[in-house]
Nanobody, 115 residues
């Protein structure tokens, strides 16, 4: 089992920045990728950004140039730095890890962008 604990998130004004962090514990050996998804009310989760164990990254078009994902393999954490936030970035953000083709999820962190 892999446990994921998220931190960060909250309320920010448009144009502001937030950082989400996710700490992995448990059976972390063999995690091949970690990432962040977001979910709007009544919608499915969409991938925002991901990073593999060797550092290859993916960033969704809607956030490219504003969000950056990074990973600390020593601390087993993944961080999503979110800059130039827009109201449409308001969502619940979930940390994800893939191990042995199985998905693991964090509890979710609310991000609200509003003036």
């Amino acid at each position: 089992q892999v446990q994921l604990v998220e931190s960060g998130g909250g309320l920010v004004q448009p144009g502001g920045s937030l950082r989400l962090s996710c700490a992995a514990s448990g059976d972390i050996a063999g995690i091949t990728a970690m990432g962040w998804y977001r979910q709007y009310p009544g919608k499915k989760r969409d991938l925002v950004a991901s990073i593999t164990s060797i550092g290859s990254t993916y960033t969704a078009g809607a956030v490219k140039g504003r969000f950056r994902i990074s990973r600390d393999n020593v601390r087993n954490t993944v961080t999503l730095q979110m800059n130039s936030l827009k109201p449409e970035d308001t969502a619940v953000y979930y940390c994800n890890a893939i191990r042995n083709s199985r998905d693991y999820w964090g509890q979710g962190a609310q991000v609200t962008v509003s003036s």
